[in-house]
């Protein structure tokens, strides 16, 4: 693949990781089935697309405020005992397993993902407030 296709590639994950579809995981699912490139060097680069991505979010946040910054501590500790034992987990395993584990945490992931949306939406239809017809009365501006 030519550099221009995958600079194309990688800006349009991004633009889809920035509206929350989760693009650390298709960036990486390109780079293995599309750019034919092994698992660990897809994930390495993987790693550098997010150092960067979420070094804008990070910026855009602290703006509007809304880093709490004693969650950002346990975030951190817990991600250098993950990295840790990724790192472990990655040299050891090899390579027709470590697509296995991906694939298997991609799509946990998003099941769980669409499972919680689910609850939301739902746990918001049931609270919201109904005339005698079944109507919801916030659209009518009550």
Same mark, same amino acid.
């Given at each position: ?39 660990? *060097? /897809?994930?390495?680069?993987?790693? +550098? ?5 979420? =070094? @804008?979010?990070?910026?855009?946040? #602290?703006? %509007? ?11 951190? *500790? /817990?991600?250098?005992?993950?990295? +840790? ?5 990655? =040299? @050891?395993?090899?390579?027709?397993? #470590?697509? %296995? ?42």
């Amino acid at each position: 693949m030519s550099m221009a296709v995958n600079m194309i590639a990688a800006f349009l994950i991004a633009l889809l990781s920035g509206l929350g579809v989760g693009g650390g995981g298709l960036f990486t699912v390109y780079l293995v089935v599309l750019a034919d490139m092994p698992q660990l *060097a /897809a994930q390495g680069i993987n790693l +550098l697309f997010f150092l960067f991505s979420s =070094g @804008a979010s990070v910026t855009v946040q #602290l703006f %509007r405020g809304r880093i709490f910054f004693g969650a950002v501590g346990v975030m951190i *500790a /817990a991600g250098t005992v993950g990295v +840790l034992l990724g790192a472990l987990a990655a =040299g @050891a395993l090899p390579e027709h397993w #470590l697509r %296995r584990v991906f694939g298997i945490m991609l799509v946990s992931g998003g099941i769980l993902s669409l499972r919680s949306s689910m609850k939301e939406k739902y746990a918001k239809n049931l609270s919201t407030p109904r005339d005698e017809n079944g109507q919801n009365t916030t659209d009518k501006g009550e």
